[in-house]
C-alpha cells in the first residue's frame, strides 16, 4: 500500500505559480513511478506530468510544457509540481498517483494504483 496526501493548492492569479506537494507513506520502497493529474468539472481527468523512480525520465501534457515542472525527493518520499504562467485553464482539483514496480511513467489514469484526494487550484483572471 502506498498513501499520497497533496498540497499547495490554492488560489492565484493568472500569470502566477503554485507548488504542489505530494507526500507519500507506506510502500515506498517499491520504487514507485509517480504522476500528477487534474481534473476540471465536467471534464475526464488529465495526464499533466510524470516523473520515474530516479527523476531520469519526465514527460508532460502538451498543455503544460514549458511552464510546470515536475520534480521529486526520495529521500523525503514527496514529489512535487511547481506551475508557472498559470491561467484559468490551469484551474481544477489536481491528483497525485503513484505506481510501483514501474521504469517509465505513464499518461493514463488506468497506468496508476494508488492516488491521493486531490488538491484544489484556482486560476483568477
Known amino acids: 500500500q502506498v498513501q499520497l496526501v497533496e498540497s499547495g493548492g490554492g488560489l492565484v492569479q493568472a500569470g502566477g505559480s503554485l507548488r504542489l506537494s505530494c507526500a507519500a507513506s507506506?510502500?515506498?520502497?517499491?520504487?514507485?513511478?509517480m504522476g500528477w493529474f487534474r481534473q476540471a468539472p465536467g471534464k475526464e481527468r488529465d495526464f499533466v506530468a510524470g516523473?520515474?523512480?530516479?527523476?531520469?525520465?519526465?514527460y508532460y501534457g502538451d498543455s503544460v510544457e514549458g511552464r510546470f515542472i515536475i520534480s521529486r525527493d526520495n529521500a523525503k518520499n514527496t514529489a512535487y509540481l511547481q506551475m508557472s504562467s498559470l491561467s484559468p485553464e490551469d484551474s481544477a482539483v489536481y491528483y497525485c498517483?503513484?505506481?510501483?514496480?514501474?521504469?517509465?511513467?505513464?499518461?493514463?489514469?488506468?497506468?496508476?494504483?494508488?492516488w491521493g484526494q486531490g488538491t484544489q487550484v484556482t486560476v483568477s483572471s
Open positions: 516523473i520515474s523512480w530516479n527523476g531520469g525520465l519526465t
Open positions: 507506506g510502500r515506498t520502497s517499491s520504487r514507485p513511478v
Open positions: 498517483a503513484a505506481q510501483p514496480d514501474q521504469i517509465m511513467p505513464g499518461t493514463k489514469p488506468s497506468q496508476y494504483y494508488y
